[in-house]
């Protein structure tokens, strides 16, 4: 038996359902509304890169690569041990040949909580040279190589024996705010840094001296870094001229007062690049053997040179022959 339906009844059932629905979309509204507004990983997070170069390589033309492997890197504060982020957790290995004369490589890229990170922990997984000849040393860090410790300019390092990592304290904490983009340079001075064991060469041609190549019986790693807010630095470039033409493997120095605060060496075009200078004033010298400056057009680099915040300074060279 069928029943017959209410349809007054039906349209009141009907127009409850509507408001019911309207109800809960409402209610779904807001609460995902709300949430993206209480979230903190939506508004409590700044990004940062870190790069990487190196302005001081050896001048020696005999090297293939000089490598470095970085398992991770991690910002906390040295103070709290749970507020370190990972910013790097994807071993990679640096051939720092190729990261002189102003060229950077990026370690990482990444929005980490806001906050204030006055320590940069580094794992180094190994380090290595390749010469031309093709002999290379290599040494994994945390089984078979002691680690020494250069110095850092802008703060200071510790070496952690438990877990082979290089802690860096930082004189000026990096600090985070929402939304900021931070970018900051590590240099890694690797004239400094790699120290060689038993050098010797071997001069190859006839009739005279026409090259040489390079030999060593291993080296030590000394870790010696710079630090910088590549927001509040400048970069100075130019080209070291002659009358035999541009020189390549010029040694250009970079000084405060009687301090070297870098130096690096002239490309096979003659020219060079710092990158990652704070403001500031400086000096500058540039020494090759067998050349010294010419007596004239050397007027814009013979005094202080002063560096401001993105300041981009052109700085050349003009140099004689002596011999």
Request: one cysteine or more; glycine letters at 8%; aromatic letters at 10%.
């Given at each position: 038996m069928?029943?017959?339906?209410?349809?007054?009844?039906?349209?009141?059932?009907?127009?409850?359902?509507?408001?019911?629905?309207?109800?809960?979309?409402?209610?779904?509204?807001?609460?995902?509304?709300?949430?993206?507004?209480?979230?903190?990983?939506?508004?409590?997070?700044?990004?940062?890169?870190?790069?990487?170069?190196?302005?001081?390589?050896m001048?020696?033309?005999?090297?293939?690569?000089?490598?470095?492997?970085?398992?991770?890197?991690?910002?906390?504060?040295?103070?709290?041990?749970?507020?370190?982020?990972?910013?790097?957790?994807?071993?990679?290995?640096?051939?720092?040949?190729?990261?002189?004369?102003?060229?950077?490589?990026?370690?990482?890229?990444?929005?980490?909580?806001?906050?204030?990170?006055?320590?940069?922990?580094?794992?180094?997984?190994?380090?290595?040279?390749?010469?031309?000849?093709?002999?290379?040393?290599?040494?994994?860090?945390?089984?078979?190589?002691?680690?020494?410790?250069?110095?850092?300019?802008?703060g200071?390092?510790?070496?952690?024996?438990?877990?082979?990592?290089?802690?860096?304290?930082?004189?000026?904490?990096?600090?985070?705010?929402?939304?900021?983009?931070?970018?900051?340079?590590?240099?890694l001075?690797?004239?400094?840094?790699?120290?060689?064991?038993?050098?010797?060469?071997?001069?190859?041609?006839?009739?005279?001296?026409?090259?040489?190549?390079?030999?060593?019986?291993?080296?030590?790693f000394?870790?010696?870094?710079?630090?910088?807010?590549?927001?509040?630095?400048?970069?100075?470039?130019?080209?070291?001229?002659?009358?035999?033409?541009d020189?390549?493997?010029v040694?250009?120095?970079?000084?405060?007062?009687?301090?070297?605060?870098?130096?690096?060496?002239?490309?096979?075009?003659?020219?060079?690049?710092?990158?990652?200078?704070?403001?500031?004033?400086?000096e500058?010298?540039?020494?090759?053997?067998?050349?010294?400056?010419?007596?004239?057009?050397?007027?814009?680099?013979?005094?202080?040179?002063?560096?401001?915040?993105?300041?981009?300074?052109?700085?050349?060279?003009?140099?004689t022959?002596?011999?």
């Open positions: 069928i029943k017959s339906i209410n349809i007054k009844n039906f349209k009141k059932m009907k127009k409850l359902i509507y408001v019911l629905l309207a109800f809960v979309l409402f209610l779904s509204f807001s609460c995902s509304n709300s949430s993206s507004i209480t979230n903190p990983t939506a508004i409590s997070k700044g990004n940062i890169t870190l790069k990487l170069t190196d302005a001081t390589p001048h020696f033309d005999q090297f293939v690569a000089i490598n470095i492997t970085i398992d991770s890197i991690e910002l906390g504060n040295n103070a709290d041990p749970s507020s370190f982020v990972t910013i790097l957790d994807q071993p990679t290995t640096y051939n720092m040949l190729d990261l002189v004369n102003g060229n950077t490589d990026v370690l990482a890229n990444i929005d980490i909580p806001e906050g204030q990170y006055n320590t940069l922990r580094i794992y180094i997984a190994s380090t290595e040279i390749v010469l031309k000849d093709g002999t290379n040393f290599k040494h994994e860090i945390d089984q078979s190589f002691s680690i020494g410790l250069g110095n850092f300019m802008g200071n390092m510790n070496f952690n024996n438990n877990n082979g990592s290089i802690d860096v304290i930082l004189d000026h904490p990096i600090d985070i705010k929402p939304g900021d983009l931070n970018e900051y340079l590590m240099d001075d690797v004239n400094h840094s790699f120290t060689l064991d038993g050098v010797s060469f071997d001069n190859v041609g006839m009739g005279g001296l026409v090259g040489f190549f390079m030999h060593i019986t291993g080296f030590s000394n870790p010696t870094f710079r630090f910088v807010d590549l927001s509040q630095t400048g970069t100075i470039s130019g080209t070291v001229h002659s009358d035999q033409g020189l390549a493997n040694t250009i120095i970079l000084k405060q007062g009687n301090h070297v605060y870098t130096a690096t060496h002239t490309n096979a075009d003659g020219h060079y690049q710092f990158i990652g200078i704070p403001n500031g004033t400086y500058m010298e540039a020494e090759i053997e067998g050349y010294t400056l010419s007596a004239t057009g050397n007027d814009a680099n013979m005094g202080d040179i002063v560096m401001a915040d993105k300041a981009n300074l052109t700085v050349d060279f003009n140099m022959k002596t011999n």
